[in-house]
């Protein structure tokens, strides 16, 4: 093939990838990032055989791009990695009561949730699409939630106006906590090492994407926490835990102690 042909070639299989992956991160149906970054890495090796090879000026362009995005790609791939530390928290402990600023800037304790179940949504921030992708298809969740009276908190870093703009944006409905200085965060052990810094001089501490459940008495009855802040919660896992959640409420005494929720 010639020089060209190749940087054609690496451009189409870069759009391929990441349209796909675009549309499994929407539906929240990524398992592994591996085969990505292969095809990314594939996608960078055409780009830089075809720059080898002397193309046009159009095919120039087009290596130049499935090398750099390629590569930029493979760099967050390498990076997407979460701190594999267990949560302050496991299922059967009693949940850690705080109070924090919601999106309004008001006082929230979580106690003021106590005769309901709900669940505890730690994320990274609005800033983040993956964050935002799953945060909407919590949104696919509410009748299934209200049907059970179940509450949603979500807890990030971010400052409560950008939370109530990622709210008008995204059209998202919950209970929204402000954490700035991760101290909900730090309370659960959900820090990541690992700080966030789209710019020189920049840095956003991190929580790791956690999801909690927690029963009307307080109780924990599943933790889920992401390995890789690219691959979230499937959904029908979430039902599950609902499902095994309502299961227990109504089981008599004698038999509670059967149930349990998946981790």
């Known amino acids: 093939m010639t020089g060209t042909s190749l940087g054609f070639a690496a451009a189409a299989l870069l759009l391929a990838v990441g349209a796909r992956w675009m549309q499994l991160m929407l539906q929240g149906r990524i398992r592994r990032v591996a085969p990505y970054a292969a095809l990314n890495a594939g996608a960078a090796l055409l780009g830089a055989l075809a720059l080898l090879r002397g193309p046009g ?109 990622g709210r008008a944006k995204h059209g998202l409905d919950a209970i929204f906590v402000s954490d700035p200085q991760l101290a909900v965060t730090d309370l659960y052990r959900l820090r990541n090492p690992r700080n966030f810094a789209p710019r020189p001089g920049v840095i956003i501490p991190l929580p790791i994407p956690t999801t909690i459940l927690v029963d009307a008495h307080g109780i924990v009855r599943w933790v889920d926490q992401a390995s890789d802040y690219m691959v979230r919660t499937d959904p029908t896992r979430v039902r599950d835990a609902i499902r095994m959640l309502v299961a227990r409420a109504s089981a008599p005494a004698n038999q509670i102690d059967h149930l349990a929720v998946g981790a």
């Open 57 to 165: 000026l159009a095919g120039g362009i087009a290596a130049g791009i499935a090398l750099a995005a390629g590569l930029a790609f493979l760099a967050l791939y390498a990076a997407s990695g979460q701190a594999r530390t267990p949560a302050a928290v496991a299922p059967g402990d009693r949940v850690l009561d705080f109070v924090a600023s919601d999106d309004a800037g008001r006082p929230f304790a979580l106690a003021s949730l106590r005769g309901r179940p709900f669940l505890l949504k730690f994320f990274r921030g609005h800033w983040c699409p993956y964050c935002v992708a799953e945060l909407r298809r919590w949104q696919e969740l509410r009748p299934a939630l209200a049907a059970h009276d179940i509450a949603v908190v979500a807890i990030c870093a971010d400052q409560p106006e950008e939370i109530r703009r």
